[in-house]
């Protein structure tokens, strides 16, 4: 079946294919200015010398988030590999903003070294979600250290080419959610997302392309995969909208997600493991 065709420009992409950068400072919405300047003064609080730099990303800085329902996304970058410490004080940050700015629905942070970050391994995961998925928000951009990118199978099968591993260790998220309505009603909203994006990953290099709109993704990817676009936009809606259902929770994890990982594997490969797990 050959699926949709392209875009008639490259959506998300500039004249010569490569990915345009998404999301800027100036697109922040109003609401959310107070939460993101009290980011920007309490890190380097936090990690004085120590913090490399700063990103915003997802729909806070694409202008699109919600007040009441968005989280806030954020990138930290350190000079050194963090540690536990570290962890824990990202994770206290996290709980007091969203305590004090009830515009944000949680705070999820990632937090890396500059130097695995800039690492080959990471060149096209981490690094491309830099340069390409991330609004810098304080210190110098290390974008301007990555290349370019273009929607090939190499950026697909590094990004998202390790569900099937992942997927394990999702039973175990699960298991250890229970009755915890909350913790199984982010566990939805995560994996609904995590999902969606590794569908329309699959089928960006035939629509030759980029969106971060959930629902245009599922779109996307349900219109070469017919069979699987009803499922993929509802779990595009649980991604927006999440429910504490734990039916939903098995569906990801024993239907869609083992669907996804065996066609990723056909279609792109397997991404190899992180170094820290190859032998």
């Known amino acids: 079946m050959p699926g949709p065709p392209a875009p008639p420009r490259p959506h998300g992409l500039d004249p010569d294919g490569f990915f345009l950068r998404e999301g800027s400072l100036a697109r922040v919405p109003g609401a959310f200015r107070p939460v993101v300047a009290a980011v ?48 824990a ?9 969203d305590r004090e700015f009830p515009e944000i629905d949680g705070a999820g942070t990632l937090l890396y070294g500059r130097e ?14 830099l340069a390409c998925l991330c609004t810098p928000l304080l210190g110098d951009d290390l974008a301007e250290l990555l290349p370019r990118y273009r929607p090939d199978s190499l950026l697909a099968r590094e990004t998202n080419g390790d569900l099937a591993r992942l997927l394990p260790r999702w039973r175990e998220r699960i298991a250890a959610a229970g009755d915890d309505e909350a913790a199984r009603r982010r566990l939805v909203r995560f994996m609904s997302r995590h999902l969606v994006r ?7 290099t035939r629509w030759n392309g980029w969106t971060s709109d959930l629902r245009e993704m599922a779109e996307i990817c349900g219109a070469y995969y017919p069979e699987r676009a009803a499922q993929l936009l509802t779990a595009a809606e649980y991604g927006r909208e999440p429910v504490g259902d734990p039916r939903v929770l098995r569906g990801h994890v024993d239907d869609l997600g083992p669907w996804l990982a065996a066609e990723y594997a056909r279609v792109h490969g397997v991404k190899g493991p992180p170094p820290e797990d190859a032998s």
Do not use: H, N
């Open 40 to 87: 920007r003064e309490r890190l380097p609080q936090v990690f004085g010398a120590r913090l490399d730099g700063a990103y915003l990303y997802g729909s806070i800085p694409r202008g699109t988030a919600r007040v009441g329902r968005s989280d806030l996304d954020l990138l930290i970058v350190l000079r050194e590999e963090p540690a536990d410490a570290d962890r």
């Open 89 to 97: 004080a990202v994770r206290a940050l996290g709980e007091d903003l």
């Open 116 to 129: 695995r970050l800039l690492s080959e391994p990471e060149r096209y995961d981490m690094g491309w979600f």
């Open 198 to 204: 590794t569908g329309f990953t699959l089928v960006m």
